[in-house]
């Protein structure tokens, strides 16, 4: 079956300084999606990625789709104590299901 | 983006005993979906759940152990039947967005001592 592995497991990083974290699918995605959970909540969507190549912003964090459509990533310049949480990554085959990766815990310290 | 309400929010219950969940969304909506996520692990689709027709589980998840019900189009329920202590997990529903994002409730945190 689809396997999307992610990594790191867990960073911590000291407030200001950047964070990348790295998914890789097995398979060919139709598209790949961003969530975020805080300690304690639930995940929210942040994006969707559909395009080869594609790269979109959402103010400090950057989203890539790799070119083979198998690989994205997420980065966080100067990350702030606001981005503490779990980063998870979430694989979709045509129409399917949503395959998610085990994330990566982000850690900020002041 | 929808709004999806959850009860219980948590519990605590006994082995051998079940717990009826329910998820309540503020909109129409075709599929909805069940979620187990294990303390501190990725998120684990138990079934999908579409009004008028029988839940369509995941491998590892029967019915016997998840029932699920969805009588109409903004609810649905999740039973964990006969639980044990490896049953112990939060459990999310959520429903799929426009643009096939997924919008989660906030879980029923379980408890099974």
């Known amino acids: 079956g689809q396997q999307v592995m992610q990594i790191p497991q867990y960073q911590h990083v000291q407030e200001g300084e950047d964070f990348t974290t790295y998914c890789n699918s097995s398979?060919?995605?139709?598209?790949i999606q961003w969530y975020k959970q805080r300690p304690g909540g639930h995940p929210v969507f942040l994006i969707q990625?559909?395009?080869?190549?594609e790269v979109k912003k959402q103010k400090r964090l950057t989203f890539q789709f790799g070119e083979a459509k198998k690989n994205s990533s997420l980065h966080i310049t100067a990350t702030q104590t606001t981005d503490v949480g779990t980063y998870f990554c979430?694989?979709?085959?045509?129409?399917?299901?949503?395959?998610f990766g085990k994330g990566t815990m982000l850690l900020v310290s002041p | 983006s929808a709004v999806i309400s959850q009860k219980p929010s948590r519990d605590i219950c006994q082995r051998g005993t079940s717990l009826t969940i329910q998820c309540q969304v503020d909109?129409?909506?075709?599929?909805m979906f069940w979620y187990r996520q294990q303390p501190g692990q990725s998120l684990t689709l138990i079934a999908t759940?579409?009004?008028?027709?029988?839940?369509?589980?995941e491998s590892g998840f029967v019915i016997d152990k998840f029932p699920i019900s969805r009588p109409n189009l903004t609810f649905s329920t999740l039973t964990v039947s006969n639980m044990s202590p490896e049953d112990s997990s939060i459990y999310l529903c959520?429903?799929?967005?426009?643009?096939?994002?997924?919008?989660f409730g906030p879980g029923t945190r379980l408890t099974v001592t």
């Open positions: 959520s429903v799929r967005g426009t643009g096939r994002e997924q919008y």
């Open positions: 398979t060919t995605l139709s598209n």
């Open positions: 990625l559909v395009k080869s190549g």
């Open positions: 979430a694989g979709l085959r045509g129409y399917s299901t949503l395959t």
């Open positions: 909109s129409q909506v075709t599929m």
């Open positions: 759940a579409n009004q008028g027709s029988e839940a369509t589980y």
